[in-house]
């Protein structure tokens, strides 16, 4: 096989703040995997806590494993690269390229590789933390494109009140138009800060509350979870499988990216440990193209909820293969996942 890597900047038309910070843009790292007249395509987004947090470390760590030959089964190769130390998100484009390539092979879309339905689940569109104002120009534009859902950012580092101004106005901006409201608060809030806004969130129709506490309190799940009046899904406590047995007991539903898993193949095993446990499950993303994007929307059919919208605040995209259509990121249907990075 032929592994060649490409670096391309991701800009954002909107930056996104979260309650750590805020996202203008940065570099991804590309992975091609060639074998005959046939390219599987993967994606990485570096990030600190997911073990690359530059392009150049990524590359590195999959210079390195590559260097080696991959043989073998692609869960052979995954538990291979997981050991040897390549970061999640490294190993999730080389994993994401290796499908791609499989499907592309057996002449497969790879929803259908996977024993899967090509499924449309309404995906979440992002609201970053903004002020008001800015809220209330930006919801309309979400809405214009097509959006049925929104996930409204909160856990402002200005405290509740200003998190309340802020949900009012995307309330009251999305006012008859049938959108379906979400909350991720990232980790924003404090225990009596989060029972507190998931009761006055459920009062105001939100359907979910995503990671309320902040990774590493996971022990204050269950005084949450049992008067939660909002369910209660898990983004960054949740990156294997092998994490959620320990708080099963205490949430509604777990959020898997392929970023902090390592791919396609980890998060099979996730959705299938989650069910096993009875818990609801998610896919989301984070600074991606369409490439990953697209690997994500093949998955589709196995969650409850979607949160693959990051490829739509891109300016531009310099990949396709994950189109929006009607609110929901679909899997393309042609051989492989769909996406491709653009000359």
């Known amino acids: 096989m032929k592994v060649e890597f490409h670096t391309r900047y991701l800009k954002k038309r909107f930056p996104l703040r979260i309650s750590r910070g805020v996202y203008e843009g940065g570099d991804n790292l590309f992975i091609s995997v060639t074998e005959g007249d046939l390219t599987g395509w993967g994606e990485m987004a570096p990030s600190p806590t997911e073990g690359a947090a530059t392009v150049a470390e990524g590359r590195a760590q999959l210079e390195r494993f590559c260097a080696g030959g991959l043989h073998g089964a692609i869960h052979d190769i995954w538990a291979r690269a997981h050991a040897g130390g390549v ?27 996977l024993g899967l339905a090509r499924r449309g689940v309404v995906s979440s569109l992002t609201v970053g933390i903004n002020p ?47 959108a379906v409201l979400r909350v991720d608060a990232n980790g924003g809030w404090t225990l009596e800060g989060a029972r507190h806004m998931m009761g006055w969130l459920a ?8 990671q309320p506490l902040v990774e590493g309190v996971e022990d204050q799940l269950p005084e949450l979870f049992k008067s939660r009046a909002l369910p209660i899904f898990v983004d960054e406590s949740c990156r294997f499988s092998s994490d ?36 609801k499950t998610m896919i989301g993303c984070m600074g991606e193209s369409s490439v990953a994007i697209a690997a994500g929307a093949s998955l589709s059919a196995l969650f409850d909820y979607i949160d693959l919208d990051s ?8 990949a396709t293969g994950a189109p929006f259509v009607d609110g929901v990121t679909l899997p393309a249907d042609r051989p492989g996942h769909g996406g491709s990075l653009n000359a």
Request: with cysteine; charged share 25%; hydrophobic share 50%.
């Open 87 to 113: 970061g999640a998100c490294a190993l999730a484009a080389l994993d994401m390229a290796l499908w791609d390539l499989r499907a592309k092979q057996a002449g497969m879309p790879l929803y259908k590789l």
């Open 132 to 178: 008001p104002e800015v809220v209330r120009e930006r919801v309309p534009l979400l809405l214009a494109r097509g959006a049925r859902a929104l996930k409204i950012k909160l856990g402002s580092a200005s405290g509740i009140e200003a998190d309340k101004a802020m949900f009012a106005a995307v309330h009251e901006a999305a006012t008859g138009s049938g």
């Open 203 to 210: 009062e105001r129709g939100v359907e979910y509350v995503e």
């Open 244 to 279: 959620i047995p320990r708080f099963a007991h205490c949430v509604d539903g777990v959020n898997l990216k392929l970023m902090k898993c390592g791919g396609i193949t980890e998060a099979l095993r996730i959705v299938a440990t989650a069910r096993a446990h009875g818990l």
């Open 311 to 318: 490829h739509l605040n891109l300016d531009p995209d310099p």
